[in-house]
Each structure stands twice: as structure tokens, then as C-alpha cells.
């Protein structure tokens, strides 16, 4: 074998290494969530409330808090994000400006979320007078995937082909009409992905929302505007932090499991949406 | 047409839409001034010298120098293990894998990216310190290197996806080039494509830069939460602190109006500073790649 080709094998063998282990890593985490979290899962702990501080009982109503404030989040969200892409596409025409907002929307991607908490609390917490309760979570959530939904909706928007816009400005559409009739229909998939993947994000979002939304026992569902919830990311938080402790330790894995299968149905939901689009496409 | 015209004749449909573009454009700014006017209190009280300042005693004195330090370091430790294996399976997915296992990768990668921070944040807890205490012979396993080993594995899906898509964005008329003068594919991947695809390259590591600062909660539960530079600074098995597990500790009994708050959201405006800065030069060079 000559000098040549065996510097070739051995970098691909390198190369697959690496691969393989940040592959291996994926495995790994999935592993050890399923088998640790698996034998804390039953009917009661999916459906009992949690006591002692979560060392007893279920987590069903953290499994609420999670959904009432991912949800909350995302229907905040979309009319904002779906206003802001078409406001973008059809009213904005200088090249320049549209390179300034996406730039502006990739900076808000990028800001730490522990941020959108302080700040988020001020605003929603302290000006609106919500105080720390699942409004302001949920409005803070609504802010911080903001930039999820715009990029993927942003991205539908782009790829509607320019002769189904002609045929809608021929037949006399007005900018509203346009939206209605041609838009809307045409990047459903993108509005659909987004708002998915913004869901997923809400769902495992901790920093933002752990000192302005959420109690850490004690709490049922909200009875009104001003009240706390008790979620699965801040419940999985408090039993870490008693990692010492054999029952709180089971219980963080069993939360742990429940939050990562929320997660993830949402992304591979999305996974598939967008392959099966792809499959269309190179049809 | 004047301008009061060429306004009133626009339907409600630019209306509602602007708003939302408003909201949508402003809220960095409002971040950002919001981080600036709240902290001005604790820049009155303790100077400037807030930034350089060692010692942090809540109600007394304000130095976000130990924070900032250990930030940098956690941050550093990530990138350096984070890089052999994001750039290698980049480069194995992009140049040399078939397109069925390509998406699989790839796959892989957006669930791994999907992963919530606590999950990180357990394992860390449960396992990983553990780990670094027995293999390390430590006291004590919440150090540095463990929120920086936590943080490599957090950005692995990040820089390894961007980096992918550089890579991918160099034309084929290259590899072609390079082939057909004879180099090996490997000697082509590293001396045609990899070359070209450098600035799209550095950009990923960039943005994955700024994501790992910017990680709160995982870091928080290993990191030790000690605002101290160890002794001597470059000890990476001393427990230390960074600046959001700074913010995510203390938030919670400093909430209001405070100096203390002042002082949270203060270290939050310097956390914010570098953050974009990273963001903005890794935005630039993806900008630059395309």
C-alpha cells in the first residue's frame, strides 16, 4: 500500500471516528433518559399530583404548566411572527432594509435566554403588573421563539414560485387578498414547522422562565392572570439539585423522560414534514 | 402624491402586519436599552470598576470580574473540545457520506440540537460529576472542566450542522478541479474545499461561541457556583462561576428594584456585549462563505 493511500484510510477512519461518537452521544443521552426515567413512569405518576416536594406522587399538573405555557407561547407568537414575515415579503422592497431586519431577527436568536428573563420580568412582570405568573412566562416565551417561527415561516414565504404572486396581482388582488388567497395556503407548511419547533423550544426552555413564571411546589393549575405555574423543566431542577437523594434523583429522570418525549415528537414531527416536502420536490 | 396619501391608501392588511414587524425588529432594542438603564444604578454606586471588581458580597460590594473570567473559560473549553469533532463529521457527512446516511446524521444532529438544557443539566448532575470526581481524583466533581465538557456536547449539533452546510456550499466545479489533477479526495477535502469553505467554517464555531456563553441552566447545576478565579487561574478542576449561573442563582431573591438587581441585570448587559459581538463576526462570515 503506497504512503498515499494509507494517509487517506487513516484520516477517513479518523473522520468516521469523530462522527460516530457525536452520533454516539445522541444514543447515549436517549439511553440513559429511557432506562433511568422508564421505572418512575406509571399511570400514577403521569396522573397524580406531586407531594413532599416532588419526592412523592406524580407530575401531573407540571406536565400542564409545561403545556399550558409552551401553548400560550405559540399562539402569542404566530400572529406576531406570521404579521412580521408578510410585512417583510410584500410591503418591504429595498433590499437594504430587508438585510437590516433579518439581521435584527438573527441577533434576537442569539440573545442568552436567562436575558429574556430579567428583562421579560421588568417588562411583563413589573410594567403590566403580572407579576411572576404564567402570563409572563408565557409572553416571555412568545418572545424568545420569535425568531424560530419568522425563520422557518420567512423561509416558506421566499420559496412560494413568483408566477403564483403574478397570478394573483393579474386577477386584481389586493395586498389582504393576496395574503388570504395565495400566501397563507402556500406556506402552510412552513407555518406548521415553525410553530412546531417553537414549541419544542418553549417546551425546554428552564432560564427564562424559573424565577418569573413558576413556583416550585405547591401549585395546581392557575385560577387567574396572576398566578404561578409549576412546570416539568423547573420540577426536574428542583429534584437535581437533591441529587443525593435516591427518590428525588428517580423522579428528575421520570419528569426527564416525559419532557424529552414532548420534545422530541415535536421535532421529528417537523423532521418528517420537511423530508416528505423534500421527497415532493425532487419528484 | 404626498406622504399623508400614499398612507391612507394602504389597507388594514399593512397595518396589522407593520405592527407586528415593529414588535418583531424592536425588541433588541428594547433588550438592549432595558439592560443599559438598569443597570445604570450599580455603575453609580461602585464606578466602572464594577467590571475589574474581584469580590461579590450582595448588599455590600459588586465585582463581576470572576463571572466574566469564568464565562470565557467555560466558553474556551468548550470550543477546543467541541472542534475535532464538529469539523470531522462535518467534513465525513458533507464530502464523503451517501445522501440516505447524510439525512440521518443530520437527523441526528436537529434531535440532538432538540435536547432541553435541564436534560443536559441532570446528566451533568447525576453522572458527569461523578465521573470527573472519580477519573480526576477530585474532592469535589462540579468544576470548570465539567461545565465545559457539558457545553462541548451542547454545541456539538450546532457548529457541526453549520459547519456541514459551509462545507456543502463550496461548488462542485472545485472538487471536480482537484480530482482531476490528481490529488486524493482527502488531499482535495483539505487543501480545495476546506480552504474555501474557512470564513462559512469559522462563522459556525463563532455562533457556537455565542450559544455556549449565553447557556444558563445546565452550566448552573455543575459549575459549582464559587465567584472566584481559581488559584492559579488557568486550575480548570476548580469550582467557578459564569455569568448567566450567576443571574440564574441569585435572579430569584434579588428580584425588583434593588442593587443587587441592578448589579444581575449589569453582568446580563456585559453577557449581552459579548454574545452579539460573537453572533454578529460568526453572521458575517457565514455572510461572507455564501
Known amino acids: ?283 | 402624491m404626498n406622504l399623508k396619501q400614499k398612507f391612507s391608501e394602504k389597507g388594514p392588511a399593512f397595518w396589522w402586519t407593520g405592527f407586528a414587524a415593529l414588535i418583531s425588529s424592536g425588541t433588541i432594542f428594547i433588550l438592549f436599552i432595558s439592560l443599559v438603564i438598569e443597570s445604570i444604578p450599580v455603575f453609580k454606586a461602585q464606578g466602572i470598576s464594577f467590571l475589574w471588581g474581584t469580590d461579590w458580597f450582595a448588599g455590600e460590594a459588586y465585582g463581576a470580574l470572576p463571572m466574566i473570567f469564568g464565562s470565557l473559560m467555560v466558553t474556551g473549553i468548550a470550543v477546543v473540545m467541541v472542534l475535532p469533532f464538529a469539523l470531522g463529521s462535518a467534513i465525513l457527512t458533507s464530502e464523503f457520506l451517501s445522501g440516505r446516511l447524510r439525512l440521518m446524521v443530520k437527523a441526528a444532529m436537529e434531535l440532538l440540537a432538540g435536547v432541553p438544557g435541564i436534560i443536559y443539566g441532570l446528566m451533568g448532575i447525576a453522572l458527569l460529576t461523578v465521573w470527573v470526581r472519580d477519573v480526576f481524583g477530585l474532592i469535589d466533581g462540579n468544576t470548570l472542566f465539567t461545565a465545559g465538557f457539558l457545553l462541548a456536547v451542547m454545541i456539538l449539533p450546532t457548529v457541526m450542522t453549520l459547519s456541514e452546510d459551509a462545507l456543502r456550499s463550496v461548488p462542485g466545479e472545485f472538487r471536480d478541479t482537484a480530482l482531476s489533477l490528481g490529488l486524493t479526495r482527502m488531499e482535495m477535502v483539505f487543501k480545495v474545499v476546506v480552504p474555501q469553505a474557512l470564513p462559512g467554517l469559522a462563522g459556525a464555531v463563532f455562533l457556537g461561541v455565542g450559544r455556549a456563553m449565553g447557556e444558563t441552566i445546565a452550566v448552573m447545576l455543575v459549575i459549582g457556583g464559587i465567584d472566584r478565579i481559581p488559584q492559579p487561574w488557568f486550575n480548570l478542576f476548580a469550582a467557578g462561576q459564569s455569568i448567566p449561573s450567576k443571574i440564574g442563582r441569585e435572579a430569584a431573591e434579588a428580584l425588583g428594584f434593588d442593587v443587587q438587581w441592578s448589579a444581575l441585570i449589569a453582568l446580563g448587559l456585559v453577557l449581552f456585549v459579548m454574545v452579539m459581538t460573537l453572533t454578529s463576526a460568526g453572521n458575517i462570515l457565514l455572510r461572507k462563505a455564501r
Do not use: D
Not at chain 1, 53 to 81: H, K, S
Not at chain 1, 122 to 135: C, D, H, Q, R
Not at chain 1, 254 to 260: K, R
Open chain 1, 1 to 283: 500500500m503506497n504512503r498515499r493511500l494509507f494517509k487517506e484510510r487513516t484520516i477517513l477512519f479518523t473522520l468516521y471516528g469523530f462522527t460516530v461518537c457525536g452520533c454516539l452521544v445522541l444514543a447515549v443521552i436517549l439511553a440513559t433518559v429511557f432506562m433511568k426515567g422508564a421505572p418512575a413512569i406509571s399511570g400514577a405518576f403521569l396522573f397524580e399530583e406531586s407531594r413532599n416536594f416532588g419526592l412523592e406522587g406524580g407530575i401531573f399538573y407540571q406536565i400542564a404548566g409545561t403545556l399550558i405555557l409552551m401553548m400560550g407561547a405559540a399562539l402569542v407568537c404566530l400572529p406576531v411572527a406570521l404579521g412580521s414575515v408578510l410585512f417583510q415579503t410584500e410591503f418591504l422592497h429595498s433590499p437594504q432594509v430587508k438585510k437590516i431586519f433579518r439581521l435584527l431577527i438573527y441577533s434576537l436568536n442569539a440573545v442568552p435566554t436567562i436575558i429574556f428573563g430579567l428583562i421579560g420580568y421588568l417588562f411583563f412582570g413589573v410594567f403590566l403588573e403580572a407579576g411572576v405568573s404564567w402570563v409572563t412566562g408565557v409572553l416571555i416565551l412568545a418572545v424568545m421563539i420569535l425568531p424560530t417561527l419568522h425563520v422557518s415561516i420567512h423561509e416558506a414565504v421566499e420559496s412560494i414560485p413568483k408566477h403564483y404572486r403574478e397570478a394573483g396581482l393579474a386577477l386584481g388582488l389586493s395586498p389582504g387578498q393576496q395574503m388570504r388567497a395565495v400566501i397563507l395556503p402556500q406556506s402552510l407548511h412552513g407555518i406548521v414547522t415553525g410553530t412546531l419547533l417553537g414549541l419544542a423550544r418553549a417546551a425546554g426552555e428552564t432560564a427564562a422562565i424559573m424565577f418569573t413564571a413558576t413556583a416550585f411546589s405547591g401549585v395546581r393549575l392557575p385560577q387567574s392572570w396572576t398566578e404561578p405555574v409549576t412546570t416539568l423543566q423547573t420540577h426536574i431542577l428542583l429534584l437535581a439539585q437533591e441529587a443525593a437523594n435516591p427518590e428525588a434523583l428517580t423522579n428528575a429522570w421520570g419528569a426527564g423522560l416525559v419532557l424529552m418525549t414532548i420534545v422530541f415528537v415535536l421535532i421529528t414531527v417537523t423532521l418528517w414534514i420537511r423530508s416528505g416536502l423534500e421527497m415532493e420536490a425532487q419528484r
